[in-house]
């Protein structure tokens, strides 16, 4: 069996609430949440592996629209001891997902400017959201093989928090296909 997840339903909006082989986890939106309750889920039943669907935005100019699967992960709003942007004092810098793909920042906050986005750039990420940094991480404390699949929404800019509630019905869409060809559910 395989765990769906997401974090917010609008991402699940394509998506039957039955799909043959898996399970379906709404998380709610950030780190804390998305930790708590895969956390949750992972603790109640066994999976063979766990799916996320969402979306991200992207920050990197050369990165087209579509669905791309996650390598890794990093955080952009956490800083060590010593004020090191993206390094954490008590957890790893970067989290593996899977060999290849487009490596993703996670913030609980929603980027949506210029400056933010430099930033993310500088460590290393072409894609930003709110919650793939806690999936990964708390799917390796459990052994559970996972999966990231991102479609972008928007390029993190001015006004992408209003280009999201446009969009997101369409990366839905997107993401359910992908899993319809990946999976033949």
Request: net charge negative.
């Amino acid at each position: 069996m395989r765990l769906l997840v997401a974090a917010h339903a609008a991402e699940l909006g394509a998506f039957e609430n039955d799909i043959p082989g898996f399970d379906r986890l709404l998380t709610g939106v950030g780190k804390l949440r998305a930790a708590y309750e895969l956390t949750r889920a992972l603790d109640a039943a066994s999976y063979d592996e766990i799916v996320v669907v969402g979306t991200a935005g992207a920050v990197d100019d050369d990165l087209p629209a579509g669905i791309y699967e996650i390598d890794g992960a990093v955080q952009h709003d956490v800083k060590d001891l010593d004020g090191v942007l993206g390094q954490h004092f008590s957890l790893p810098t970067r989290v593996d997902v899977q060999p290849e793909g487009v490596t993703i920042a996670t913030g609980d906050h929603f980027v949506d400017d210029a400056a933010a986005v430099a930033v993310i750039r500088g460590l290393g990420a072409r894609l930003v959201d709110m919650e793939s940094y806690a999936y990964a991480w708390v799917a390796s404390q459990f052994g559970v093989p996972i999966r990231i699949l991102k479609a972008v929404s928007d390029r993190a800019q001015d006004g992408a928090t209003q280009l999201w509630d446009d969009v997101v019905a369409e990366c839905s869409r997107q993401l359910r296909e992908r899993l319809r060809a990946d999976y033949g559910v």
